[in-house]
């Protein structure tokens, strides 16, 4: 089948060829991400492959429909970019990669962890400049802290099985508690309120949704420990960035580890070094010594690309062929 595959890089376009190499589809790589201006880009095309920064709103599913477009294969799991009501409403089907390494992840996470914590960020760029000193460089044990992990689903869950390893102890929320899951690993379920009032470490693993958006935020900031380290590897806008400037000019939160970004359309992804950068907030962020940033990298890594690829292109091929969508996402 002829597939348009928007927003991809170098890295992408190796792991999807590579795949590919078992199904033959037709793939026009495109490196422009998909939005209501580019989407008649698909014209020709029954099928289009996109990802987490491009704009599947009723406008661009508008135009892809208007040009022929009947089936979206997301390359995430996350799909809170798309409206799937407009979407249903067109008569485009939509299908996800519910998982492809929930380790990569997790391990992402972990790393920004550590590197927070033992400031290895600082120490790399001090010890180039020959400057050995160790004042600032002060860490914490990860041993006997507590972690509080939002959502244990796969992501959550390989990280709450890490952490355990550290010899941490995990406070987890979960709309769905997995009791056995808390059993076997030696972890508490516990309220949202009194996960933020008991942890050491808040890490994000849910969804960007109605009832997500914003979990953190000025309240709840209030109700956490003083100097509590918040990792996000979820989506940006689990996060109320102005409450977390604030909480980081006045040092109630101490760290802060963002793999992804409120606003990170059109940033993340991007090299934007002669550019500069037009978001404040961002801009505000990248000043603290104790916030590390990375662009949307935790997914990274060799597996998880190969099994991104492996699923989208299985994916199209049932679409293709005409069988039931394994992976497809619609309105509940
Ligand atoms: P998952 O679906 O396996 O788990 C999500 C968990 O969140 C589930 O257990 C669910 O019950 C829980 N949940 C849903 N709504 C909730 C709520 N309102 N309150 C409490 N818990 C709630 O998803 P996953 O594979 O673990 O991924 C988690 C998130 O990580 C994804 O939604 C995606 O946004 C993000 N993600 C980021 C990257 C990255 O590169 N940074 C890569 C993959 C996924």
Same mark, same amino acid.
């Given at each position: 089948?002829?597939?348009?595959?928007?927003?991809?890089?170098?890295?992408?376009?190796? +792991? @999807?060829?590579?795949?590919?190499?078992?199904?033959? #589809?037709?793939?026009?790589?495109?490196?422009?991400? %998909? !939005?209501? =201006?580019?989407?008649?880009?698909?014209?020709?095309?029954?099928?289009?492959?996109?990802?987490?920064?491009?704009?599947?709103?009723?406008?661009?599913?508008?135009?892809?429909?208007?040009?022929?477009?009947?089936?979206?294969?997301?390359?995430?799991?996350?799909?809170?970019?798309?409206?799937?009501?407009?979407?249903?409403?067109?008569?485009?089907?939509?299908?996800?990669?519910?998982?492809?390494?929930?380790?990569?992840?997790?391990?992402?996470?972990? +790393? @920004?962890?550590?590197?927070?914590?033992?400031?290895? #960020?600082?120490?790399?760029?001090?010890?180039?400049? %020959? !400057?050995? =000193?160790?004042?600032?460089?002060?860490?914490?044990?990860?041993?006997?802290?507590?972690?509080?992990?939002?959502?244990?689903?796969?992501?959550?869950?390989?990280?709450?099985?890490?952490?355990?390893?550290?010899?941490?102890?995990?406070?987890?929320?979960?709309?769905?508690?997995?009791?056995?899951?808390?059993?076997?690993?030696?972890?508490?379920?516990?309220?949202?309120?009194?996960?933020?009032?008991?942890?050491?470490?808040?890490?994000?693993?849910?969804?960007?949704?109605?009832?997500?958006?914003?979990?953190?935020?000025?309240?709840?900031?209030?109700?956490?420990?003083?100097?509590?380290?918040?990792?996000?590897?979820?989506?940006?806008?689990?996060?109320?960035?102005?409450?977390?400037?604030?909480?980081?000019?006045?040092?109630?939160?101490?760290?802060?580890?963002?793999?992804?970004?409120?606003?990170?359309?059109?940033?993340?992804?991007?090299?934007?070094?002669?550019?500069?950068?037009?978001?404040?907030?961002?801009?505000?962020?990248?000043?603290?010594?104790?916030?590390?940033?990375?662009?949307?990298?935790?997914?990274?890594?060799?597996?998880?690309?190969?099994?991104?690829?492996?699923?989208?292109?299985?994916?199209?091929?049932?679409?293709?062929?005409?069988?039931?969508?394994?992976?497809?996402?619609?309105?509940?």
């Amino acid at each position: 089948m002829k597939v348009v595959v928007f927003d991809t890089h170098r890295y992408d376009r190796l +792991a @999807m060829t590579t795949a590919n190499v078992d199904f033959g #589809h037709e793939l026009h790589f495109l490196e422009v991400r %998909l !939005n209501a =201006s580019t989407a008649s880009l698909a014209t020709g095309y029954q099928a289009v492959c996109s990802f987490v920064n491009d704009h599947i709103d009723r406008s661009t599913l508008e135009v892809l429909s208007q040009v022929g477009v009947k089936f979206i294969a997301l390359r995430s799991a996350g799909f809170n970019h798309v409206d799937l009501k407009a979407a249903r409403e067109l008569g485009i089907s939509i299908a996800r990669v519910p998982e492809y390494s929930p380790h990569a992840v997790a391990e992402h996470a972990i +790393a @920004m962890i550590l590197m927070l914590n033992r400031k290895l #960020h600082r120490a790399y760029n001090r010890v180039r400049e %020959l !400057n050995f =000193s160790l004042d600032g460089l002060v860490g914490f044990d990860l041993f006997n802290k507590t972690v509080g992990i939002v959502g244990t689903g796969r992501i959550g869950r390989v990280m709450a099985q890490i952490m355990r390893g550290f010899g941490c102890k995990i406070l987890a929320y979960d709309i769905e508690p997995d009791q056995q899951f808390a059993k076997m690993v030696g972890i508490e379920y516990v309220s949202l309120n009194k996960l933020f009032a008991g942890s050491d470490i808040v890490s994000l693993h849910v969804p960007l949704k109605p009832d997500t958006k914003h979990i953190i935020n000025d309240s709840s900031i209030e109700t956490m420990k003083k100097g509590v380290m918040v990792i996000n590897t979820g989506r940006g806008g689990l996060i109320d960035t102005k409450s977390l400037v604030s909480a980081l000019k006045r040092g109630k939160i101490g760290y802060a580890g963002l793999d992804v970004y409120e606003e990170e359309e059109g940033i993340f992804f991007e090299d934007l070094s002669e550019l500069g950068l037009q978001d404040d907030a961002l801009a505000r962020l990248l000043t603290f010594p104790n916030v590390l940033i990375t662009s949307h990298q935790a997914f990274l890594t060799h597996e998880a690309l190969s099994n991104i690829a492996k699923t989208t292109l299985a994916n199209l091929e049932e679409f293709a062929k005409g069988r039931r969508l394994t992976n497809e996402v619609s309105v509940q």
